[in-house]
């Protein structure tokens, strides 16, 4: 097989897998007479998605806005205590178990106690989004500055770099691939942070309208949601890819894996 068939059958097994999949589930939902109500195909589905694409539309921006906006104060935030952490002993010891303790916190528990210190609306998903997502970014990054070999700042010390030129100068370059295979990890957990929200308590998004639908058994308006939020993520996780192949295209020696 030559180079550009491999590489065009590549792209394509994604969308192979994925079209399998769809007609094991509308043959099975066919021959077993599954209600629509408990499991719609997947034809009904496209056609409720395609026939409400201006409501779906509409509150998928409110679900993307939401988890953006969280997602970038992740981004910040993250990358700023990562390298705190990474950077100093003291910090690490002080701060790593309050921040596992913390992330072990189901995050559907603190959406109610967040709606009586905001309210109800989009606040609340724009900090859960935040902090569901914002645990694996400072994970990564300080792991990233922890790769750096002692015997590496011992020379840098020898040659007279101090701490700050060690860490801008080597140890943050050496975590920007932690940092951005957190970042395809995390957005993902944004997207279910502000879904969460949106469904305990929320009046707008996604989570909101899938909540809506299924009390009034409108399994098919559910599961148009359900495929939304999905190809969000993908979209959200290819740019984040995208971004990783120019930023960290010297890390790799082959192929990047997205």
């Not at 910040?76 to 002993?89: C, D, H, K, N, R």
């Not at 309050?98 to 967040?114: E, G, M, R, S």
């Not at 010390?157 to 030129?165: D, K, T, Y």
């Amino acid at each position: 097989m030559s180079d550009l068939k491999r590489e065009a059958l590549k792209h394509a097994m994604p969308w192979l897998f994925l079209a399998g999949l769809l007609i094991v589930w509308e043959v099975c939902c066919i021959v077993f007479q599954v209600p629509e109500i408990i499991l719609p195909t997947p034809t009904k589905i496209f056609s409720v998605f395609f026939q409400r694409f201006d409501i779906l539309m509409a509150y998928c921006w409110d679900t993307l806005w939401t988890t953006t906006v969280g997602f970038l104060l992740a981004i910040a935030f993250g990358l700023l205590l990562g390298l705190a952490i990474g950077a100093s002993p003291f910090i690490y010891s002080g701060l790593y178990p309050l921040l596992i303790a913390f992330n072990a916190i189901p995050k559907v528990a603190i959406v109610p106690i967040l709606m009586i210190w905001v309210g109800v609306g989009s606040l609340p998903a724009v900090i859960t989004a935040f902090v569901i997502s914002f645990f694996p970014i400072v994970v990564n990054v300080a792991t990233g500055l922890a790769t750096i070999e002692p015997e590496m700042r011992d020379v840098l010390r020898s040659l007279g770099a101090s701490r700050l030129e060690i860490l801008t100068k080597v140890g943050i370059p050496r975590a920007m691939p932690y940092l951005f295979a957190s970042l395809k990890v995390a957005i993902t957990l944004a997207f279910i942070g502000s879904v969460i929200s949106e469904t305990v308590g929320g009046n707008n998004g996604i989570g909101f309208l899938m909540l809506s639908a299924s009390a009034r058994n409108d399994a098919p308006t559910t599961f148009a949601g359900l495929f939304a939020i999905a190809i969000m993520g993908v979209a959200m996780y290819a740019v984040c890819a995208m971004v990783e192949k120019r930023m960290t295209r010297w890390a790799f020696r082959g192929e990047i894996v997205a």
